[in-house]
């Protein structure tokens, strides 16, 4: 994802934000609040933290009519096709686009999937991350008012009947969204959930249920930089409503989309991690269609027809060629784009950011465009594109395993300058990786970095020489299978490393020890071949989901 940080040094934006950010002495306190992000309410104590189940925060903590056992569900049982997601999302969101805030109404069904009975149901909020930005207003189980916990992005409902295997319950919220200003320092990397004058930005807004792996909510407390998120797939619909704005607003979503009315949308995104969407009066519409007959759409404001070249392309054309280049390679790699559609966004936020189907780029790359491939432009909307694999497609715990998608995003860059300009892969090491001189173990977590150097030259740059040395180890025709077979076997999980080192070939060990020792802090994978044999080519570390 934040791939700007590797210009750390080398741009005049770089070098403004590594001047304002001293992560040495940031406060450790949850609750403080960190130099330039007056609103970021994250946990810095070094390790993935817990959230206390009885801390109710003061902001959303339920209304007191609110706070009460239900004393029976009546589950739905025996109905589950074991095809759709466990997660269904339905939600109709009322947009005030002149005033930036939304009111939400959602329904969540998940049925348990699991061979035995859960206790509690554990909701994903990530929006409550920030102050002021998430206020819960109402929350039914079965049509009653539930008892709940809010603690930052965890809401947990106890059960008063524990919900049995194969059956499904249904979760009602009501709440209402107020996204802060974009801004700069570390706040304005969310930018995918804020707004500028001309933009507003709605990601991770959508509480989902949890993740579930090994049997356990998987939930991680927000920290600074890189990512703590873990999802699984669900499948959306949702109505967006707006009013408040001009006739020549433009709804930016993935999925199926339909214009029901002026000012209303009905979208549909079937086994996706995640639910985005952007809205803007100022948005130019760039089209195009793959080999394979993806539909490329690429929003872009008014500003991104710099730079351009002696073809006649400026960036916004530019990012609309290289996305179909990169779609059409990456399914010759690594196995066919599951979706029908792939939307780029043009971001008023530094670097860029991935969701299902929908990819955001920064405003700053498409400013600085040059005319050539040889940019971050070029980059950072490759290194989202490959992230339709590695985190769409294949999710992992971006905390505690970040180079599972991080390491294959950036090397993914390379196979495309390898591909579509051979005669500069040089380049691409030198002005991507050997410049900054990376150090750091890849299978580091997000938690132990204190800078974000730190955390960029470790899990990105020597991720990618990682991968780069298993090529050369394995031979091009064992690499790109086992890269194939890692996106098809954990297609739909949430995967740990055991599943990619599971599908290393026996014969590969003896082959990939040196590389193994020299960039993971635990080489020894031996192990995992049985483990990978015994369950059938998957892993139990995946999801339920």
Known sequence: MQVMLKLLGLTAIACA???ACNLGSIPTDVNSTPLNAPNLRLDVTGAPASPTPNAVSEKTAAPAALVKSTPSYPYACGTDDGVSSARQVAARVDIDYAQKAASVDQRLSFTNREDAPLTSIVLDVQANQWDGS???????????PAYHELDLNRLEVPLAIALPPGCAIEIELRFRLLPDVIRDGMRAFRGFFGYSPR?????????TVAARVNKQWRIHSPAHFGEQIVYDVADWRVEVHVQGATEDL????PGQIKKLEPGLWQVELRQSRDFALSLSEKYQLHEGLTASGVDVNVYTLRDSQAGVNINGENSATHVLAITIQALELFETLFGKYPRDRLVVVQGDFPDGMEFTGLVYVGSAWFAQFDGTPYNYLTLVSVHEIAHQWWYALIGSDAALHPWLDEA???????LFIESQF????????SFRVAGYFPQGDV??????????????????????QMLHNLREDMGDEQFFQLLRSYAEIGTGQVADPGLFWGL??????????ETRNEFLRDPGVDSLFSLAESAGGTHDGSSSG
């Open 199 to 207: 933009q507003l930005n709605l990601a991770h807004f959508l509480p």
């Open 504 to 513: 290393l070939p026996a014969a590969q060990a003896p082959l990939t020890i």
């Open 422 to 429: 051979p005669a500069d892969k040089n380049w691409w090491w």
């Open 408 to 414: 294959l995003a950036t090397y993914s860059e390379y």
């Open 443 to 464: 299978d580091s977590v997000v938690y132990e970095f204190t800078t974000f150097r730190e955390y960029i030259n470790a899990i990105y740059l020597r991720g990618a």
């Open 134 to 144: 998430f206020v819960l207003n109402e929350l039914l189980v079965d049509l009653s």
């Open 17 to 19: 934000f590594l001047s």
């Open 250 to 253: 433009k709804l930016a979503a």
